[in-house]
């Protein structure tokens, strides 16, 4: 059974600074992809952030500049580092995984991702 715990979130003010880790069990192969989403109250769920396993990346256009995702292959563990906080990134952050194939890479899709965590909040403050 494949299971995601987040862990990292926290509150924060503006222009701060948090690091979301995730990690990951249940399944193991070496062609996989993870990747970040976030919900804010009222908001449906968007993608933040994914990583392929060659170590290539996308970024929504909201956090580019901002935010980076990193992986480790060995451990099974994906992070996002945010930096220059703002009180609109507030939200629940997903990590998120899927290992079979995707056609159509990168995806910020939701649909594209089979493995989901229980989210950790990030609060941001003005």
């Known amino acids: 059974q494949a299971q995601l715990v987040e862990s990292g979130g926290g509150s924060v003010q503006a222009g701060g600074s948090l690091r979301l880790s995730c990690a990951a069990s249940?399944?193991?192969?070496?062609?996989?992809?993870m990747a970040w989403f976030r919900q804010a109250p009222g908001k449906e769920r968007e993608g933040v952030a994914a990583?392929?396993?060659?170590?290539?990346?996308t970024y929504a256009d909201s956090v580019k500049g901002r935010f980076t995702i990193s992986k480790d292959n060995a451990k099974n563990t994906v992070s996002l580092q945010m930096n220059s906080l703002t009180p609109e990134d507030t939200a629940m952050y997903f990590c998120?995984?899927?290992?079979?194939?995707?056609?159509?890479?990168?995806?910020?899709?939701?649909?594209?991702?089979?493995?989901w965590g229980l989210g950790t909040q990030v609060t941001v403050s003005s």
């Open positions: 990583i392929k396993s060659d170590g290539s990346t």
């Open positions: 998120a995984a899927v290992v079979r194939y995707l056609r159509y890479w990168p995806s910020l899709r939701e649909v594209d991702y089979d493995y």
């Open positions: 249940g399944y193991t192969s070496t062609s996989n992809y």
